[in-house]
């Protein structure tokens, strides 16, 4: 519930790019608010500011309702090649952290630009980036079950470590 309280107050900058194959990486990261979700608060949940990312700016768009993407389909691509790569029961932890807050805290949250949402339990992480010019609104089983897919898809079999989801709109994307 803290962390669904928190996530709704960011306001918004401006950025939209195309999201290469490769792993996303928070660049000085800055952490904004840390909080621990699941049955027993097992998985770490932090938005950060990233200086790769544009920082928050307060104008007409920011102070405008959020734009809801829950259920958008996104595109996953595996990152090559194969080697040290998450366990994938390391995410499952995280997608059934994401699962139990949505079952107790509520299904939604807002996302900003510029502050990554990250969450880690042991080696796997795992980042929601919005990257378009407005809030946008995601659901937590959706993003549970882009971790699961994720984690168990883009392994050493499939010549991968790890991936990412990126939405048809290249608005956000998950790692």
Same mark, same amino acid.
């Given at each position: 519930?803290?962390?669904?309280?928190?996530?709704?107050?960011?306001?918004?900058?401006?950025?939209?790019?195309?999201?290469?194959?490769?792993?996303?990486?928070?660049?000085?990261?800055?952490?904004?608010?840390?909080?621990?979700?699941?049955?027993?608060?097992? #998985?770490? $949940?932090?938005? /950060?500011?990233?200086? +790769?990312?544009?920082?928050? %700016?307060?104008?007409?768009?920011?102070?405008?309702? &959020?734009?809801?993407?829950?259920?958008?389909?996104?595109?996953?691509?595996?990152?090559?090649?194969?080697?040290?790569?998450?366990?994938?029961?390391?995410?499952? #932890?995280? $997608?059934?952290? /994401?699962?139990?807050? +949505?079952?107790?805290?509520? %299904?939604?949250?807002?996302?900003?630009?510029?502050? &990554?949402?990250?969450?880690?339990?042991?080696?796997?992480?795992?980042?929601?980036?919005?990257?378009?010019?407005?809030?946008?609104?995601?659901?937590?089983?959706?993003?549970?079950?882009?971790?699961?897919?994720?984690?168990?898809?883009?392994?050493?079999?499939?010549?991968?470590?790890?991936?990412?989801?990126?939405?048809?709109?290249?608005?956000?994307?998950?790692?």
């Amino acid at each position: 519930m803290r962390l669904l309280a928190v996530l709704s107050t960011f306001a918004v900058g401006v950025f939209a790019t195309a999201i290469p194959s490769i792993p996303f990486l928070c660049e000085d990261a800055e952490v904004l608010t840390t909080h621990s979700i699941g049955r027993n608060e097992e #998985v770490q $949940a932090q938005v /950060l500011s990233c200086s +790769n990312r544009p920082s928050p %700016t307060v104008d007409s768009v920011a102070l405008a309702a &959020p734009t809801n993407v829950c259920g958008h389909t996104c595109n996953t691509n595996c990152f090559t090649p194969a080697g040290g790569g998450p366990d994938p029961n390391d995410c499952q #932890v995280i $997608a059934n952290a /994401l699962l139990y807050a +949505n079952q107790n805290t509520g %299904t939604n949250f807002n996302i900003t630009v510029g502050s &990554p949402i990250f969450m880690q339990y042991a080696s796997c992480k795992t980042f929601f980036v919005n990257q378009a010019s407005y809030n946008e609104t995601y659901c937590r089983n959706d993003w549970a079950s882009v971790i699961e897919y994720v984690a168990f898809n883009c392994q050493a079999q499939q010549n991968a470590h790890g991936g990412n989801c990126v939405a048809s709109d290249q608005t956000w994307f998950i790692q």
